[in-house]
């Protein structure tokens, strides 16, 4: 099975930073990779499919990038509600894994 | 619209078992595959399982083979998790999603609103 590993784990950042969360496959995955934002008590808002392609709707300050094995997302300039969990999904096996995820909190 | 809706979950005792329902509308669910994802308290997701299309094809995490079976009736609208010999550590919200595309297996665009599955004596 395909792991997917996620850093860091937990991450401060003030209004305005530029921010960086790196996932990691065990494997090869192509750019069969997600993003996805999640908040407490709701469900998870795809982000980024496909390692780079902006979902509709979702703001440019986010961007993905990467192929393979290793994947980042940026987000360009932190905003007060960009503060949540991100989770990478690969998709290029039958096994949809996900990473550990990665918490953005206010530093 | 497009959503899911599921129901299903509860308060069920260790070795038990519950059936879960995932209500589609607003877009053509027999074109789609489908997945179950989970997440415990404080944790974080799980894929669970997915179904092809016509239901030829099933997947599941490997902490649940041989105890959840995932099935839909495309008639219906309908995607199902049928949760047998329930662990304290299947103890989770359940979501239903679908993928954004009718081919791709993942980047699930798609989520329903979860229902809670606590096992417990």
């Known amino acids: 099975d395909i792991q997917m590993t996620q850093s860091p784990s937990t991450l401060s950042a003030s209004i305005g930073d530029r921010v960086t969360i790196t996932c990691r496959a065990s494997?090869?995955?192509?750019?069969?990779l997600a993003w996805y934002q999640q908040k407490p008590g709701k469900a998870p808002k795809l982000l980024i499919y496909?390692?780079?392609s902006l979902e509709s709707g979702v703001p440019s300050r986010f961007s993905g990038s990467g192929s393979g094995t290793e994947f980042t997302l940026t987000i360009s300039s932190l905003q007060p509600d960009d503060f949540a969990t991100y989770y990478c999904?690969?998709?290029?096996?039958?096994?949809?894994?996900f990473g550990q995820g990665t918490k953005v909190e206010i530093k | 619209e497009v959503q899911l809706v599921e129901s299903g979950g509860g308060l069920v005792q260790p070795g038990g078992s519950l059936r879960l329902s995932c209500a589609a509308s607003?877009?053509?669910?027999?074109?789609?595959?489908m997945s179950w994802v989970r997440q415990a308290p404080g944790k974080g997701l799980e894929w669970v399982a997915n179904?092809?299309?016509?239901?030829?094809?099933?997947y599941y995490v490997d902490s649940v083979k041989g105890r959840f079976t995932i099935s839909r009736d495309n008639a219906k609208n309908s995607l199902y998790l049928q949760m047998n010999s329930l662990r304290a550590e299947d103890t989770a919200v359940y979501y239903c999603?679908?993928?954004?595309?009718?081919?791709?297996?993942?980047?699930?665009?798609?989520w329903g609103q979860g229902t809670m599955v606590t096992v417990s004596s």
């Open positions: 999603a679908r993928p954004r595309v009718t081919a791709s297996l993942g980047a699930f665009d798609i």
């Open positions: 607003g877009f053509t669910f027999s074109n789609y595959w």
């Open positions: 179904i092809k299309q016509d239901g030829s094809e099933k």
């Open positions: 494997q090869s995955i192509s750019s069969w």
């Open positions: 496909k390692a780079s």
């Open positions: 999904q690969q998709y290029n096996s039958y096994s949809g894994t």
